[in-house]
């Protein structure tokens, strides 16, 4: 029970932690780079990210990886009365049947989306490989958001998968090391790991924050259902993970992501509908009647 406890402490800590966080980032989320350098609280922001990452790490010690991602949901329900806090107004209908929507479909997810298999390491080809690949999807989903007019979820995309690489690669460095002691850090392929551990990171990081300059909630969410499912990929593909998921779950499963997707274009359309300039009455010509 005192596990438990701990763990859904520690679980609404990263939330905090996380929501905070991204509404620092979405105060910015304009400014380019070397702006962002400048500011205190664009580095307050990245702590934070860096608390939520370890009080992640440390949950794991206390409780399932199954009870832990679906509490990962916890930073939207966060971040959207936050962010309606913060903007002096009330969170609104939309808002409201989008964050649950998204809440229960991805919360559904990670219920049902479960691996199994030994804990395995990218081989060297397999760890070029994804990093060239996960390099050009990503530049390229930049590249989409980067146009005129597009939306800001491309971004969101590109930072969930960015995020998802950043955890298989320390999965890799951490096992590696486990199993081969710190002198495998000196390899050129685990330095190959660890260097693209940082870049993906501060990749991420910009993407998201980018991702939030029209709004907080809808990018929040993509970036929350696409980083654990890249992940999932990633894992079953190179980490030698199974589904362990029957028919029946795979049909629920598609029909809890229909539901997620269908929460991110509620919160989509709560952010144009508030940030939609309202049109003033036009105003009466009272000589008219004189």
Known sequence: MADLIITITLCVAVAIAYATAALIQARYANLPVAALLRIPQFWAALALNGLGAALHVTSLAFGPLSLIQPLGVLTLVIAVPFAAVTARRRVTG?????????????????MIITTTG??????????????????????????????PGASTLWEAIAGGAAYAVCSALCQTVVVTVGDGGAEVLLRPITIVAVIGIAVFAVVATLLTQRSYRNGLAAPLAVTNLVNPVTATVIGVALLGEHLATTPVEIVLAI????????????????????SAPTTPLPRQDVSAGT
Not at 265 to 274: G, I, P, S
């Open 118 to 147: 030994t804990t395995e390491t990218l081989a060297s080809g397999e760890l070029i490989g994804l990093l060239g690949v996960i390099v050009a999807v990503v530049a390229v989903l930049a590249f989409l958001g980067n146009r």
């Open 255 to 274: 029909a809890c992501a229909l539901l997620a997707g269908f929460g991110v274009a509620q919160l989509a359309r709560a952010r144009d509908v508030v």
């Open 94 to 110: 939309l808002e409201l049947k989008g964050m649950a929507s998204t809440v229960v479909g991805l919360a559904g997810l990670a």
